[in-house]
């Protein structure tokens, strides 16, 4: 067994993973899986470059991540960093912080590669399942993007596109640093145009209708499965391969986008992070479903993190 540790940095969230990899089979043994909300990608859609405190968070959770790995004796360490490190102008500064703590590079990777990890770390466990056609269409909704890709034991075509619950929520719903709270009509119908545009985009190259089977990845499907399921606290265990009808899923897009900061937040499975973002998250995962004509979602807490650790192994 090989002890590897995988970083996925993305616009909202910076996520460890450290498990046992056996490079024989690409089975991982979690030892260490968390989660923090740095919002790395704050103001990048409107500035272009990352904001100094939205890097001194990051490098705060790395230097919290580097005791993590050195304690469990990690061999090997991969950093990957999406959406926000890929828009921004200052990205070096970013680079050179992660280095100078962690002691490697991050990987600054591309719409296409980040698919093919959220692919593989998603769809391994799902082999050989009989109540699960294929292909399957795996969807990461991300802060600043999403990613979509088909395929049956291996990726058949793949898309990235920029839209993602940050980005989204930024780009409409922030007047004068405040959210809209809650959104007005207008907003909703503006961040459903862009999503929808997206789509169009995905489609040229991403045969999405398809699927078989939907597998829906990170906190904005995490989240709308916690609260589908009315979980007192987030469970990961509960969360992990769920299936949320399309039904659910427009009933609690609609109740979290005409809902209070205030009412979201009471929520018991809502990380704080996400109180201001979910509402466009679960519109984007809303508007696939109803172009694919997808009944339910199966939702997925293995992703694009355990896809890193699957490479090292």
């Given at each position: ?109 591309t719409g296409d590669q980040e698919a093919e990890f959220s692919f593989t770390g998603a769809t391994k ?52 640093g405040e959210v809209s709270d809650p959104p007005t009509e207008e907003q909703i119908a503006a961040i ?12 040229r190259t991403v045969p999405l209708r398809e699927a078989r089977t939907l597998v829906g990845l990170a ?95």
């Amino acid at each position: 067994m090989t002890r590897v540790a995988a970083v996925d940095c993305g616009t909202n969230s910076i996520r460890l993973l450290v498990a046992d990899a056996d490079p024989a089979t690409g089975e991982l043994v979690d030892l260490d899986r968390r989660m923090t909300i740095v919002r790395l990608g704050q103001g990048v859609d409107r500035t272009g470059r990352l904001a100094p405190e939205a890097l001194e968070r990051t490098f705060a959770a790395c230097r919290d991540y580097a005791e993590i790995i050195k304690g469990h004796g990690a061999e090997r360490l991969r950093f990957v960093a999406t959406s926000a490190s890929r828009d921004a102008e200052n990205r070096d500064e970013f680079v050179r912080g992660v280095l100078d703590i962690l002691g490697v590079e991050p990987e600054v990777i591309t719409g296409d590669q980040e698919a093919e990890f959220s692919f593989t770390g998603a769809t391994k466990e799902l082999t050989g399942r009989e109540d699960l056609a294929r292909p399957y269409l795996v969807v990461d909704i991300g802060g600043g993007s999403t990613e979509f890709v088909v395929g049956e034991d291996h990726v058949r075509a793949a898309r990235s596109v920029d839209v993602g619950c940050v980005r989204m929520t930024e780009r409409h719903l922030v007047h004068g640093g405040e959210v809209s709270d809650p959104p007005t009509e207008e907003q909703i119908a503006a961040i459903r145009a862009d999503i929808e545009a997206a789509l169009d985009l995905a489609e040229r190259t991403v045969p999405l209708r398809e699927a078989r089977t939907l597998v829906g990845l990170a906190g904005s499907v995490t989240t709308v499965s916690a609260i589908a399921q009315d979980l007192p606290e987030y469970d990961s265990a509960r969360i992990h391969h769920s299936r949320v009808s399309l039904a659910r899923v427009r009933e609690i897009t609609d109740r979290l986008l005409h809902s209070t900061h205030a009412e979201r937040a009471t929520i018991p499975s809502m990380h704080p992070g996400r109180v201001d973002v979910i509402g466009a998250g679960s519109l984007v995962l809303l508007a696939i479903m109803e172009r694919i004509g997808a009944q339910e979602v199966v939702v997925s807490e293995h992703d694009i993190l355990d896809g890193i650790g699957w490479s090292l192994a």
